[in-house]
């Protein structure tokens, strides 16, 4: 079945405690990205990548990191999270954008991040 | 700055029709795309126009008019099912993977 996973899907975790969420796709897609969600602001880009070694920052990257070493696999990394991240992540994955294409973007299925 | 606005909720009757509008302002403008979202699930893919014109799926279409800086969402033969966020996205031209996303709007159907 063509997916995008996340995991964990649920996490509490304490302010500067390093944590990492993993996002892998199988459908053999260049894109892949990034969002944060929190009531009221819509989903928020913070990083995405075009392919393998290619990343860049979209909105709101600060206190993020991410790295893209193989195709399937997108994590994102808090190198010490503080409350104001607590949210909603979603990563998505698309095929590379052609002209005139749309570029449908895949979902997971989010992980709730509460940072105390 | 980049800014798209969407109303934050309308609420129509089974069986309606209803349009979510999305108007934007950004530079580099590439197109237009349409998500659904039930409860903070997965948001899923409704529709894209990358030109000007309608694009027709089903019971959804969706507009857009580059020269307004405007799109809609159109639904129609309302179902209960369709209660659920809608958010616009812009993506943009030259190499860049960046996409901004409206703030939503909440749809609530009713019998």
């Known amino acids: 079945e063509a997916q995008v996973t996340q995991n964990p899907r649920y996490l509490i975790t304490v302010t500067g405690k390093k944590l990492t969420v993993t996002c892998s796709q199988n459908?053999?897609?260049?894109?892949m990205s990034w969002y944060r969600q929190d009531p009221g602001l819509g989903l928020r880009q913070i990083y995405y990548s075009m392919n393998v070694e290619v990343t860049d920052k979209g909105d709101v990257p600060e206190g993020y990191k991410v790295s893209r070493k193989e195709k399937r696999n997108f994590p994102l990394i808090l190198e010490s999270p503080s409350p104001n991240q607590t949210s909603l992540y979603f990563c998505a994955s698309s095929l590379e954008r052609l002209a005139g294409q749309s570029n449908e973007q895949f979902f997971g299925p989010g992980t709730r991040l509460t940072v105390l | 700055g980049q800014s798209l606005e969407q109303p934050s909720e309308v609420t129509a009757v089974e069986g309606a029709i209803v349009q979510i509008n999305c108007t934007y302002q950004?530079?580099?403008?590439?197109?237009l795309s349409w998500y659904q979202q039930h409860d903070g699930g997965a948001p899923t893919f409704l529709s894209y126009?990358?030109?000007?014109g309608l694009e027709e799926t089903g019971r959804f279409s969706s507009f857009l008019s580059r020269s307004d800086s405007y799109g809609y969402l159109l639904l129609q033969e309302l179902q209960m099912k369709d209660s659920a966020s809608y958010f616009c996205a812009v993506s943009f031209s030259g190499n860049t993977g960046k996409l901004i996303f409206g703030q939503g709007t909440t749809l609530q159907v009713k019998p």
């Open positions: 126009n990358g030109l000007d």
């Open positions: 950004t530079s580099g403008f590439y197109g």
């Open positions: 459908m053999n897609h260049e894109y």
